[in-house]
């Protein structure tokens, strides 16, 4: 089985226009087996409306609640398409966000005989003035690390919000992997003060491994932050991947492609 687990489409709006379709076909130019369309799921209005004054293209960050049953319909005839040739699995990325709860359950719930396959994120987290977006750019994630008084105080309550995730009651139809569980090292690169530069290497906290593994959920491998400059490593790396792996819990690779040409970043390996 050669899978990408974490793709996206052109209902994404902070992603590329291109067809579905196309990625379909790309995917299996590159010989994918199984291949997992996971839209960002909508959001709440009223976190939207929350965060508009932060983020002026708040909108962009996922799929509009009015676009869902085109989605799924599209996807899933899609799927009957090329069942010959490649394996779709048709779901989304959930975020998890802990004031709502009863939001994910309802979503879950209401769309669960449409949803193959789902990964549950964390992009969001509190920080400075509310709820602050975990990878937006690296000038706006500093208001966290400042938040939390180092970049290691700011990437533990991320941790600690995956936890949570992981944790959480969203029914019995919750997604069985984490998304990017590194994630936050997304602008690690980047040229902070010496003083909020992270100081350690990338590795999942024993607690957070610990839920993983009493909850039965795996991780999406993530291999979109190796192709990032600021990043320069998927996330986990492929070193703690494999320590991961080593420990019982699952890896799903994943491209996290929003564009085409970012087909094939899936990890295949640990190399």
């Not at 997304?186 to 593994?213: G, N």
């Not at 991961?244 to 564009?259: E, K, N, T, V």
Request: glycine fraction near 8%; charged fraction near 25%.
């Amino acid at each position: 089985m050669i899978w990408d687990g974490h793709t996206h489409t052109e209902y994404c709006p902070h992603g590329d226009a291109q067809p579905a379709e196309e990625k379909i076909r790309k995917a299996i130019e590159l010989g994918y087996t199984d291949l997992s369309i996971t839209e960002h799921a909508p959001l709440p209005k009223s976190l939207l409306a929350d965060l508009s004054p932060i983020y002026a293209d708040i909108e962009d960050a996922a799929m509009d609640i009015s676009r869902i049953g085109s989605y799924f319909k599209q996807m899933h005839e899609l799927k009957g398409k090329y069942k010959n040739e490649i394996r779709v699995h048709v779901g989304v990325e959930l975020d998890f966000l802990e004031d709502y709860i009863s939001f994910t359950q309802d979503f879950l719930k209401e769309y669960a005989a449409l949803i193959d396959d789902a990964i549950l994120s964390v992009h969001f987290m509190k920080g400075q003035g509310g709820m602050r977006m975990v990878d937006y750019s690296p000038e706006d994630q500093l208001h966290l690390i400042e938040y939390y008084g180092s970049y290691e105080g700011a990437e533990e309550a991320y941790y600690q919000t995956l936890i949570q995730s992981v944790q959480a009651d969203l029914g019995p139809h919750k997604p069985k992997r984490i998304g990017h569980p590194t994630v936050f090292r997304k602008f690690q690169l980047f040229d902070y003060s010496e003083d909020f530069k992270p100081k350690s290497a990338i590795r999942l906290p024993d607690d957070l491994v610990q839920a993983l593994l009493e909850e039965k959920m795996g991780i999406d491998y993530n291999g979109s932050g190796a192709v990032k400059k600021l990043s320069g490593v998927s996330y986990p790396p492929p070193e703690e991947a494999q320590r991961l792996q080593l420990l019982g819990i699952p890896l799903i690779p994943g491209s996290d492609a929003h564009r085409t040409e970012e087909f094939g970043n899936a990890p295949r390996s640990f190399a």
